[in-house]
């Protein structure tokens, strides 16, 4: 294992890796808390503030294979991550309990683990990290 390959990346994404890694920390400690604590609320802030930030990082990051401009097909799952992190927070605030566990359990499922694994592709850095000689 070696971290080079991060090193070597452009600042974007070593941003998008640091607030990735923040969300996959604070993910496990979040689905053992109470629901609804302030705990909870307050881990949920940082583990919603760590997703958009890298959502937010990913429109910095040149794409290989371009579709509308810069953006690639993976840009499209950075949106849905803004429009979902909103969705859940309007469902918290309103008392939808159940429509923002499915919303939040459904990012954590695509866009942190589903798309987390693409990352281990031959080539991708986080292949290279884990998988170089």
């Known amino acids: ?5 991060l090193l070597e990346a452009s600042a974007a994404i070593q941003i998008h890796v640091a607030f990735i890694a923040l969300a996959l920390i604070a993910t496990p400690v979040q689905l053992s808390l109470k629901r609804g604590s ?3 609320k307050r881990v949920g802030r940082i583990w919603m503030g760590a997703m958009a930030g890298a959502a937010l990082a990913s429109f910095f990051i040149v794409t290989r294979h371009p579709v509308i401009g810069p953006f690639g097909l993976l840009h499209i799952l950075s949106v849905t991550t803004l ?3 909103a969705c859940a927070l309007w469902a918290a605030r309103h ?4 429509a923002h ?6 990012l954590v499922a695509f866009a942190l683990i589903g798309s987390g694994l693409f990352t281990f592709l031959p080539g991708r850095i986080m292949a290279r990290m884990f998988f170089s000689d």
């Open 83 to 85: 429009a979902s992190i």
């Open 1 to 5: 294992m070696t971290i080079d390959p």
């Open 101 to 106: 566990a499915v919303t939040l359990l459904c």
């Open 38 to 40: 302030l705990v909870h």
């Open 95 to 98: 008392n939808y309990v159940i």
